[in-house]
T-cell receptor
Framework: EPEVTQTPSHQVTQMGQEVILRCVPISNHLYFYWYRQILGQKVEFLVSFYNNEISEKSEIFDDQFSVERPDGSNFTLKIRSTKLEDSAMYFC?????????????FGEGSRLTVL | AQSVTQLDSQVPVFEEAPVELRCNYSSSVSVYLFWYVQYPNQGLQLLLKYLSGSTLVKGINGFEAEFNKSQTSFHLRKPSVHISDTAEYFCAVSRMNRDDKIIFGKGTRLHILP
């Protein structure tokens, strides 16, 4: 069964460093999302992406964040200068462009630890 | 805007007992409703979803949920829980017929007691 894959599964970085989290959505999906889950808290929407541009972003998604689809398969989240409070699990999700049933398909997540 | 309320942050229940996890939503437009499960150290997996039609929806692992429009609720139930059901359960909502994000509740941790 096709699935969303994310790398790395865990990354440890120093405060102020740049981090890139990578996602390979399901191949025929057209809508892509990033969510964040701080330890023990709710899953929060960060950004949605369609047709090579951001379609919606939350107030969490400030100028230090960016997303990109550099080729036909990868979808990346870049955090330019990490802060301690960026430590969280980051989930990538995707959905098809047609036959929309509302469901998002999530990856296993990338745990980011900022020291 | 849509929102989801899960009043119970934790629910302890004995193995083989029934369980209900409560979810209420708020929206000015029609919505799709979901329950996702997150097992320890894993990602989010869809348990079940309500799109339209029958208000009782059945999902994986013996779970079911009932959509109640008048009470704006979508409670999750299972008649007999197993130790393997230990997980965090998230209720979620998205706008109907829109290519839209999903908004999650705060989650309910189901703790199965032996």
């Amino acid at each position: 069964e096709p699935e969303v894959t994310q790398t790395p599964s865990h990354q440890v970085t120093q405060m102020g460093q740049e981090v890139i989290l990578r996602c390979v959505p399901i191949s025929n999906h057209l809508y892509f999302y990033w969510y964040r889950q701080i330890l023990g808290q709710k899953v929060e929407f960060l950004v949605s992406f369609y047709n090579n541009e951001i379609s919606e972003k939350s107030e969490i998604f400030d100028d230090q964040f960016s997303v990109e689809r550099p080729d036909g398969s990868n979808f990346t989240l870049k955090i330019r200068s990490t802060k301690l409070e960026d430590s969280a699990m980051y989930f990538c999700a995707s959905r098809p462009g047609t036959g929309n049933t509302g469901e998002l398909f999530f990856g296993e997540g990338s745990r980011l630890t900022v020291l | 805007a849509q929102s989801v309320t899960q009043l119970d942050s934790q629910v302890p229940v004995f193995e083989e007992a029934p369980v209900e996890l409560r979810c209420n939503y708020s929206s000015s437009v029609s919505v799709y409703l979901f329950w996702y499960v997150q097992y320890p150290n894993q990602g989010l997996q869809l348990l079940l979803k309500y799109l339209s039609g029958s208000t009782l929806v059945k999902g994986i692992n013996g779970f079911e949920a009932e959509f109640n429009k008048s009470q704006t609720s979508f409670h999750l139930r299972k008649p007999s829980v197993h130790i393997s059901d230990t997980a965090e359960y998230f209720c979620a909502v998205s706008r109907m017929n829109r290519d839209d994000k999903i908004i999650f509740g705060k989650g309910t941790r189901l703790h199965i007691l032996p």
